[in-house]
């Protein structure tokens, strides 16, 4: 079991930015894929972001080149830097981890965090 706590998120304009921490105390950090979700109202928990422990990174094509995920091994903590935010991007984030070698849904889940973007 990953004990993940999330930080960060919050309200953005439309263009604006925002981040977003998930850390992972007590877990052998560099062994974990990291990765973030997101569900907004209605709609299915999606793949945002992920990046494995050698530092393989996966986003999905609706935040390529606004999003990008990091990690750091010491901090035991990953993040996501959202840049060019658009009201679509709003949702509640999850940070979701586990060893293994890709991204799968892990078994443990950060508490979740709400983005919104207004126009």
């Known amino acids: 079991q990953v004990q993940l706590v999330e930080s960060g998120g919050g309200l953005a304009q439309s263009g604006g930015s925002l981040g977003l921490s998930c850390a992972a105390p007590?877990?052998?950090?560099?062994?974990?894929?990291m990765a973030w979700y997101r569900q907004a109202p209605g709609k299915q928990r999606e793949l945002v972001a992920a990046i494995t422990g050698s530092g393989r990174i996966y986003y999905d094509d609706s935040v390529k080149g606004r999003f990008t995920i990091s990690r750091d091994n010491a901090k035991k903590s990953v993040y996501l830097q959202m840049n060019s935010l658009k009201p679509e991007d709003t949702a509640v984030y999850y940070c979701?981890?586990?060893?293994?070698?890709?991204?799968?849904?892990?078994?443990?889940w950060g508490q979740g965090t709400q983005v919104t973007v207004s126009l």
């Open positions: 007590g877990s052998i950090f560099s062994l974990l894929v």
């Open positions: 979701n981890g586990g060893y293994g070698n890709s991204w799968y849904e892990y078994d443990d």
